[in-house]
């Protein structure tokens, strides 16, 4: 078994709701990487989290976790998968002690076992001095280690975070990539959706971008990047005529691609920033009152692939 | 890398030291919940009614009206236990913050958190029966004659009747959203009290006969009418053929629509 989760032609249509919130996406993520599903609120990331941890149900497709088809072996997928879910689902009638101790008891796994699993992630997860505090009690940075500590408990093989990082300081956010790069040291596959670009970068060792549902690119960091080949975005505030400033946009070398944007325009140029002078004479006469140059990035990737920006 | 073999009791027992550690943390407020309305209402039937002149008639061979009480309040300390230890923090874990996902994502079948948390409801109903009746026998000021006529039919109602309850609970824990546990009081749990034989027998509802058929829907006509087969036989009585009967048919059915209403909350 090379691919720790395999996705062909994924799709869930939720009730009630006219268009996919997946549509046939396929891909794979081979085992012990650190996978990321990136894309904007509403792509479908926890969508594809939650089919893969046999939370939802695909309408259509099939997904194979560690072996095991979610749709005809649900029981055997949860116990080797770990689950941190998006919003947080501490036990909040439970000390941070008690979620770990007995998510270990709802895996199975006897008292004395448990508590010494339990005093061990503490340990590791540096919340020990915090192990009697109540869920509510806790920082979001620290909430969201006692939620990573519970989800590999039980030892999973593969492990599902969904946004990990979402509202985390940049100090927490650190750290929480360090655990997450120590959980893959251990043989751990992780799966982890994010909004943001850097996190993908760094962090991931193989992406999928996703937008309405649909997977548009897929491959390492440097693959995506070069794919798009180093293209910076500008991005133009134009006060004027648009279709004139098209016009004189395109005559210019370099650039490879013109989308409207609510404020104005935006353009692919390459190379890089060499482009961007040229573009400024060019737009001038035409009401130019902001520019924004996005270097070479996954987020020009995604600029290019869906003529949105992330954080759009 | 190897994996544990399933162990689905040992994940049951999990799940029922959870909500021990959970009832153990908030055990006097349990306590007085469970004791509140049993002795508010000893106090005033058998004492400030009596001595302020208002006798209320029982029927011919029932030597009091705390007698009659006893297997009513019991009935319902023991549905309410049950009905609230489930419904109540269900509706929340499955709200906003799902917090139940963790016990969901054990590898089990979806059913056994709803299996697990009848079960623990069902016992509370049984704690909470067990610390009203010394209340009821000693408390009152009237005098009280209660003796276990019965130990099969005593047995078989309290679990008969803290099962349904919970399985009630479960029902109606996947169906109201925390919001609405207000509304649930009022408009299921209070009229199921008053129109429950609890402070009176079914038989002497006879002189109301709609009344008398249209309360036989109330699963706590059936706890406090086998409770008095089993403790206070003088008391007129339904067959307990038909308590039993009806209970079991209230519970599985309440069962199984609570399972089917927490798969249908957890998986979307
Ligand atoms: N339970 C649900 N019922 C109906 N629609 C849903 C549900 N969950 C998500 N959706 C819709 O499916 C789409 C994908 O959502 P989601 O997977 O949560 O995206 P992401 O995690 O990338 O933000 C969105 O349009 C969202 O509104
Ligand atoms: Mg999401």
């Not at chain 1, 996705?7 to 939720?14: D, G, H, N, P």
């Not at chain 1, 993520?29 to 599903?37: E, F, K, N, Q, R």
């Not at chain 2, 004492?47 to 297997?71: D, E, K, M, N």
């Not at chain 2, 206070?232 to 048919?249: F, N, Q, R, Y």
Request: hydrophobic residues 50%.
């Amino acid at each position: 078994m090379t691919n720790a989760v395999s996705l062909t032609a994924l799709e869930k249509v939720y009730q009630g709701s006219a268009t996919p919130a997946l549509d046939r996406v396929s891909l794979n993520v081979p085992v012990g990487t650190i996978y990321g599903l990136l894309g904007p609120n509403g792509a479908g990331k926890t969508t594809t989290i939650g089919i893969c941890t046999t939370r939802v149900r695909a309408t259509g497709g099939e997904a194979v976790v560690a072996g095991y088809s979610v749709r005809e072996h649900p029981t055997a997928v949860r116990r080797i998968i770990g689950v941190a879910a998006q919003a947080l689902t501490l036990d909040r009638s439970c000390t941070v002690r008690e979620n770990i101790y007995f998510h270990c008891r709802y895996f199975g796994i006897g008292r004395h076992a448990a508590r010494e699993r339990t005093d061990e992630l503490l340990e590791r997860f540096r919340i020990a001095d915090r192990a009697s505090a109540m869920p509510m009690a806790l920082s979001g940075g620290l909430a969201q280690r006692v939620q990573l500590a519970r989800a590999i408990a039980h030892r999973p093989d593969v492990l599902f975070l969904d946004e990990p990082t979402a509202g985390l300081d940049p100090q927490s956010r650190l750290a929480l990539w360090d655990l997450v790069r120590s959980l893959k040291a251990d043989g751990i596959t992780v799966v982890l959706t994010t909004h943001y670009m850097e996190e993908a970068d760094q962090l991931c060792d193989r992406l999928a971008i996703i937008d309405h549902g649909r997977l548009l690119a897929e491959g390492t960091p440097a693959q995506l990047k070069s794919e798009a080949g180093g293209a910076a975005a500008i991005d133009l505030a134009l006060s004027g005529e648009r279709a004139e400033a098209r016009n004189a946009l395109r005559a210019i070398e370099g650039v490879q691609e013109i989308q409207d944007t609510e404020r104005g325009l935006r353009i692919l140029v390459t190379p890089e920033r060499s482009g961007v002078p040229r573009v400024v004479a060019a737009v001038a006469p035409f009401g130019l009152t902001d520019l924004r140059v996005v270097d070479p990035s996954l987020e020009t990737v995604f600029i290019a692939l869906t003529g949105r920006d992330l954080r759009e | 890398m190897s994996k544990r073999p399933p162990n689905l009791f040992a994940s049951i027992l999990g799940l029922w030291s959870r909500d021990a550690a959970v009832l153990r943390r908030e055990g006097l407020p349990f306590f007085l919940r469970v004791v509140a309305n049993p002795l508010l209402t000893v106090f005033v039937f058998t004492y400030v009614l009596p001595r302020s002149g208002q006798q209320i008639p029982v029927a011919a061979g029932v030597t009091s009206f705390a007698t009659v009480l006893v297997p009513g309040l019991v009935a319902v300390a023991m549905m309410f236990t049950a009905i609230s230890a489930v419904a109540l923090p269900l509706s929340i874990e499955l709200g906003a913050t799902r917090e139940i996902e963790d016990r969901v994502l054990a590898p089990n079948p979806l059913a056994t958190v709803p299996f697990a948390k009848i079960c623990f409801g069902a016992f509370q109903g049984i704690l909470s029966g067990a610390l009203v009746f010394p209340i009821l026998l000693i408390l009152p000021a009237t005098e009280v004659t209660v003796r276990v006529a019965s130990w099969p039919m005593l047995v078989t109602m309290l679990l008969l009747a803290s099962w349904t309850g919970a399985a009630l609970g479960l029902f109606l824990g996947t169906a109201i959203r925390p919001q609405q546990i207000g509304l649930m009081f009022a408009i299921v749990l209070t009229p199921m009290v008053f129109l429950g034989c609890v402070y009176y027998p079914w038989a002497s509802l006879s002189a109301i006969p709609w009344l008398q058929k249209v309360v036989l829907m109330n699963p706590l006509v059936y706890m406090a009418e086998g409770l008095r087969i089993a403790l206070t036989p003088d008391v007129p009585h339904m067959s307990p053929l038909a308590t039993i009967l009806m209970l079991l048919l209230l519970a599985m059915t309440l069962s199984a629509l609570g399972v089917r209403g927490f798969i249908r909350r957890v998986v979307d």
